[in-house]
């Protein structure tokens, strides 16, 4: 197990009334590579003419990244984008300086007898310090525009980065990768080596690796420059990403991510003053913690 720098099981979080499964950050380890935050949302289903509401809220300092299994949602921006985005596209917002956006389940899947589903991963990446305040700016991938890279047993698709030889169309701004893959039972899979920082998070199934079971809920972080092979011991589907280490420790509240603390406390106060530009066509308003 001296590949492993550490196993991180997925904590529950309660957004009020929508549970999700927290990975990053964990106690004693903030990233992996520029991955700051990681959540396992859904796999759920809701009741009819409910679904997933994430009212506007505010970001700074990073990019959040969507990527679904499963269902659909709206994203509405204060750029005013309006995408929806399905399973096996890829949503990419920079927040840079400031936005506020907002993810709903979209009215026509609300009204579905079975009732509407949701089920993928959302992250964030942490920016560059050179361009923390960098403009705004959101990026719709659909899945048919990303790298899909085919082993025995193995598919994956390459949501941002570069890895396997392939580069996906996401805008990013420091060495990483991130991909999603699909094994079948006894498939075997090796981490590309060109990144420092490497982890795998077990979506569904269980796989094999550095000697060790991990089932779903679990992400294994690597030593940097260790090779890397996993094994499915059932189907599986896994997330894979990592990158090169961030240049210097960042600090997050709430939805802010910043080298700076005091630019947190700016964000903060501009946020509950309503400096941030409004969600057109969405107008709630998450409030501060605590407020």
Not at 256 to 276: G, H, K, M, P, T
């Amino acid at each position: 197990m001296h590949r492993v720098r550490r196993v991180i099981e997925a904590r529950p979080r309660d957004l009020g009334g929508f549970a999700v499964r927290r990975v990053l950050p964990a106690a004693g380890l903030q990233t992996v590579g520029p991955f700051i935050f990681f959540d396992h949302v859904g796999p759920a289903t809701f009741a009819p003419g409910a679904g997933l509401d994430v009212r506007p809220h505010p970001h700074i300092g990073l990019a959040t990244v969507t990527y679904l299994f499963d269902g659909a949602l709206m994203h509405r921006d204060s750029l005013g984008t309006a995408q929806l985005i399905r399973p096996g596209d890829v949503n990419w917002m920079v927040a840079g300086r400031g936005i506020a956006h907002s993810e709903r389940t979209p009215p026509q899947l609300r009204t579905a007898s079975s009732g509407a589903s949701i089920h993928g991963i959302q992250t964030w990446v942490a920016l560059p310090v050179a361009i923390e305040e960098a403009a705004p700016s959101f990026e719709h991938h659909q899945a048919a525009t990303l790298p899909e890279i085919r082993e025995p047993g193995a598919e994956l698709r390459l949501i941002a980065g570069t890895a396997w030889g392939a580069r996906a169309p996401a805008s990013t701004y420091s060495p990483m990768f991130y991909a999603a893959a699909s094994l079948q039972a006894a498939a075997e899979l090796a981490l590309p080596d060109e990144h420092p920082e490497r982890a795998v998070y077990v979506a569904a199934g269980e796989v094999e690796v550095a000697g060790g079971r991990c089932g779903a809920g679990r992400m294994v972080v690597f030593e940097p420059a260790a090779a890397v092979r996993i094994r499915a011991v059932s189907p599986a589907r896994v997330m894979l990403l990592g990158g090169a280490p961030l240049d210097g420790p960042r600090h997050i509240w709430w939805n802010f991510v910043s080298s700076s603390l005091e630019r947190i406390e700016r964000a903060r106060i501009d946020w509950q003053e309503e400096r941030f530009a409004s969600v057109p066509g969405d107008d709630e308003r998450m409030p501060l913690p605590g407020s």
